[in-house]
């Protein structure tokens, strides 16, 4: 596909983040963007509005005229089944996965890319800031509403020879194209944060997961770089014998860039980084954001920047510009003179490294926990691993599973059988219900000085829309 050529590309399902963030990729390519989505408002709305990119509400022929050169069309909403996909298909018009046009864009530069079951986006982002602060020009698509500082989550920029993405282990269309996604792109540089299980209704097994990861790794071009946290027990055991350029980092003193000390004070993060290679000690490392996961995104970022030849100073200004993106420990604002952040973390080792963080920045406050769970298979495989996730939660509430529209539901996994699991570890541990009810339990519940933290990958965030209407 030569993308310089395409004039008008329609998008179905343009709300998805990642959609999104191809949509602004496009936008700057000076391609024509149209698209169609479900009526329920996302996160991305205000982006898309904001860059004066339009939809339609539902799907069907009638978005396809003018007749676009191409239809990309998100995993979601049927994906391929989806009738506008369909009716395009009828009518001969080119059709790609969301999965296929991000690779065919990020392949045409060299890609930074970040694989990982928690972590990518934060630091994907990070790099991303890092990149442009040092005026390297990166271009990137990110599924994140919004990166903080930059104001958006997709860019196309000529000038620069790096596109940052993510590199998912999900598939390019289940059930009809079953490659892995990220083994669509070419990294020149690869970062694997973590490698857990968390895509059940694709992968038969956990071996199955870890099997996909080595394939990417292998991948690698012998100039590339595979940069490895080994903190994570399972990217240790991926990387075994692997016959490419690897740097690993993390806390684990066999890293070859070490993660030293770490201090939080006044809401910002410090911490030292070591680089056995250079016996250099990089001191007082700043970070405004929260979590030792975090900083383990910092110190993959700090390594990518190095390998990229950005200079020392650099480096250090970049770390500390990065404020955060969308849903990922989040200040949402005060109610109830209590403070409330939204993430989206959704499997249970985000949901302990989300907690810890709360824990470490505010050790003195009751931390109360709200979770929507995200998937009833996600749910089930994992049940046991979730009720043992929220040991550093006060108290615990858990709203309805949120189902994926690829799956129907299932009767043998609930919130409530959770909540009653979860007990077992955390006896303030509630089952809530709806978002109606789950408000309600807030109002009952949660005293001025608490800190709230609400995660899931769901509609989770929607609680604020109301909740702030009566602070």
Same mark, same amino acid.
């Given at each position: 596909?030569?993308?310089?050529?395409?004039?008008h590309v329609h998008l179905t399902g343009i709300k998805g983040v990642?959609?999104?963030?191809?949509?602004?990729?496009?936008?700057?390519?000076?391609?024509?963007?149209?698209?169609?989505?479900?009526?329920?408002?996302?996160?991305?709305?205000?982006?898309?509005?904001?860059?004066?990119?339009?939809?339609?509400?539902?799907?069907?022929?009638?978005?396809?005229?003018?007749?676009?050169?191409?239809?990309?069309?998100?995993?979601?909403?049927?994906?391929?089944?989806?009738?506008?996909?369909?009716?395009?298909?009828?009518?001969?018009?080119?059709?790609?996965?969301?999965?296929?046009?991000?690779?065919?864009?990020?392949?045409?530069?060299?890609?930074?890319?970040?694989?990982?079951?928690?972590?990518?986006?934060?630091?994907?982002?990070?790099?991303?800031?890092?990149?442009?602060?040092?005026?390297?020009?990166?271009?990137?698509?990110?599924?994140?509403?919004?990166?903080?500082?930059?104001?958006?989550?997709?860019?196309?920029?000529?000038?620069?020879?790096?596109?940052?993405?993510?590199?998912?282990?999900?598939?390019?269309?289940?059930?009809?194209?079953?490659?892995?996604?990220?083994?669509?792109?070419?990294?020149?540089?690869?970062?694997?944060?973590?490698?857990?299980?968390?895509?059940?209704?694709?992968?038969?097994?956990?071996?199955?997961?870890?099997?996909?990861?080595?394939?990417?790794?292998?991948?690698?071009?012998?100039?590339?770089?595979?940069?490895?946290?080994?903190?994570?027990?399972?990217?240790?055991?991926?990387?075994?014998?692997?016959?490419?350029?690897?740097?690993?980092?993390?806390?684990?003193?066999?890293?070859?860039?070490?993660?030293?000390?770490?201090?939080?004070?006044?809401?910002?993060?410090?911490?030292?980084?070591?680089?056995?290679?250079?016996?250099?000690?990089?001191?007082?490392?700043?970070?405004?954001?929260?979590g030792r996961f975090n900083v383990q995104n910092a110190a993959a970022?700090?390594?990518?920047?190095?390998?990229?030849?950005?200079?020392?100073?650099?480096?250090?200004?970049?770390?500390?510009?990065?404020?955060?993106c969308r849903r990922r420990f989040e200040k949402m604002g005060e109610?109830?003179?209590?403070?409330?952040?939204?993430?989206?973390?959704?499997?249970?080792?985000?949901?302990?490294?989300?907690? @810890?963080? %709360?824990?470490?920045?505010?050790? &003195?406050?009751?931390? +109360? #926990?709200?979770?929507?769970?995200?998937?009833?298979? $996600?749910?089930?495989?994992?049940?046991?691993?979730?009720?043992?996730?929220?040991?550093?939660?006060?108290?615990?509430?858990?709203?309805? @599973?949120? %189902?994926?529209?690829?799956?129907? &539901?299932?009767?043998? +996994? #609930?919130?409530?059988?959770?909540?009653?699991?979860? $007990?077992?570890?955390?006896?303030?541990?509630?089952?809530?219900?709806?978002?109606?009810?789950?408000?309600?339990?807030?109002?009952?519940?949660?005293?001025?000085?608490?800190?709230?933290?609400?995660?899931?990958?769901?509609?989770?965030?929607?609680?604020?829309?109301?909740?702030?209407?009566?602070?």
């Amino acid at each position: 596909m030569d993308i310089t050529k395409l004039k008008h590309v329609h998008l179905t399902g343009i709300k998805g983040v990642g959609m999104t963030a191809l949509a602004l990729c496009m936008r700057d390519l000076g391609i024509k963007v149209t698209g169609s989505d479900v009526e329920e408002e996302f996160v991305t709305d205000v982006f898309l509005r904001k860059n004066h990119i339009d939809w339609n509400i539902g799907f069907g022929e009638k978005n396809l005229s003018p007749r676009p050169d191409l239809l990309v069309t998100t995993a979601a909403h049927s994906g391929l089944l989806n009738p506008e996909v369909q009716s395009a298909k009828n009518l001969g018009i080119k059709i790609t996965t969301f999965a296929e046009f991000l690779a065919e864009l990020a392949n045409t530069k060299e890609v930074v890319g970040v694989c990982g079951v928690g972590g990518k986006t934060s630091t994907a982002s990070m790099i991303t800031v890092l990149l442009n602060d040092a005026g390297l020009h990166p271009s990137f698509a990110i599924g994140v509403g919004n990166i903080y500082p930059i104001g958006v989550s997709g860019r196309f920029d000529k000038k620069g020879k790096n596109f940052v993405c993510e590199a998912d282990e999900y598939v390019v269309s289940p059930g009809v194209n079953n490659i892995p996604k990220f083994m669509l792109l070419n990294p020149k540089i690869l970062v694997v944060t973590n490698i857990e299980y968390d895509h059940p209704d694709i992968y038969a097994s956990f071996e199955d997961t870890k099997k996909a990861f080595r394939k990417l790794f292998e991948k690698l071009p012998s100039d590339g770089l595979l940069i490895a946290c080994i903190d994570n027990s399972n990217v240790s055991d991926a990387i075994k014998g692997l016959r490419k350029p690897v740097i690993t980092y993390g806390f684990n003193q066999k890293a070859d860039w070490q993660i030293k000390v770490i201090k939080f004070k006044a809401q910002k993060t410090f911490f030292s980084l070591y680089s056995k290679k250079e016996n250099r000690i990089f001191d007082n490392l700043e970070l405004n954001i929260r979590g030792r996961f975090n900083v383990q995104n910092a110190a993959a970022t700090f390594i990518v920047g190095n390998f990229l030849g950005i200079d020392k100073l650099d480096l250090r200004r970049g770390l500390s510009s990065y404020l955060g993106c969308r849903r990922r420990f989040e200040k949402m604002g005060e109610y109830k003179k209590a403070l409330f952040f939204d993430d989206y973390a959704h499997h249970p080792e985000e949901i302990k490294a989300a907690l @810890i963080a %709360a824990r470490e920045w505010f050790p &003195k406050k009751r931390i +109360v #926990s709200i979770f929507q769970p995200h998937t009833y298979s $996600r749910t089930k495989a994992l049940f046991k691993e979730f009720s043992e996730a929220f040991a550093d939660a006060d108290i615990v509430g858990f709203m309805d @599973i949120y %189902a994926s529209a690829r799956e129907s &539901k299932d009767a043998s +996994v #609930s919130s409530e059988l959770l909540a009653k699991e979860t $007990r077992k570890n955390n006896p303030e541990a509630f089952y809530l219900g709806g978002h109606k009810k789950t408000l309600e339990w807030i109002n009952k519940n949660v005293k001025k000085g608490d800190v709230v933290l609400t995660m899931g990958a769901g509609d989770i965030f929607h609680i604020y829309n109301n909740l702030f209407k009566h602070s």
